[in-house]
């Protein structure tokens, strides 16, 4: 489940006050922002603008800039669908277009009923087990079309269905 808080510009105050002093805060601050509520909320931008003492267009271009910052309060869950170049040697690309096609969105597109937000990728660490999906912080390997809607659907009605797999053992290619 995607835990991430309604929009606060209190928290988002503490979060401002606790990266100012990072060198090129801005980076860090949005990291935080998008870590914290999910995405980076409208209200974000003239607030950065006022504390690190920049214009709005400068916030906003830097936000724009970078894909993995998301405008709009995501999906209950996120599905990551990792694009590069052992999962596309295994068959990513036909999963791209199923996925799409089975939840009715594109990339950095939510679900119409909120329930998932779709992204990409660029290697989950999980290359020996191509193709790879993350739902959420759980990683799984070899996921054909059917196997992918089968997580979706169990995701839909059971979100604690799939054990957290450790970072750490995904690297070494362990998945589900
Ligand atoms: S290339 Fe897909 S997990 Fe590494």
Request: aromatic share 6%; charged share 20%.
């Amino acid at each position: 489940m995607n835990a991430s808080h309604p929009w606060s510009a209190e928290r988002a105050m503490t979060i401002v006050e606790s990266n100012r002093h990072l060198r090129g805060a801005l980076l860090p601050i949005l990291h935080a922002l998008q870590e914290e509520f999910g995405y980076i909320d409208e209200q974000a931008i003239p607030l950065l603008a006022t504390e690190l003492n920049l214009s709005r267009a400068d916030v906003h271009g830097v936000v724009s800039f970078y894909h993995e910052f998301r405008r709009e309060k995501p999906g209950r869950h996120i599905i990551k669908v990792c694009r590069a170049e052992a999962c596309q040697s295994m068959g990513a690309n036909a999963l791209v277009d199923h996925i799409k096609k089975s939840l009715q969105v594109d990339f950095h597109g939510t679900t119409a009923d909120g329930a998932f937000t779709l992204e990409p990728v660029f290697c989950l660490g999980n290359c020996a087990l191509s193709p790879a999906v993350m739902i959420d912080e759980n990683l799984h390997g070899r996921v054909s079309p059917d196997r992918f809607d089968e997580l979706a659907a169990e995701t839909r009605t059971n979100p604690q269905a799939h054990q957290q797999i450790p970072r750490a053992l995904s690297h070494k290619g362990h998945a589900q």
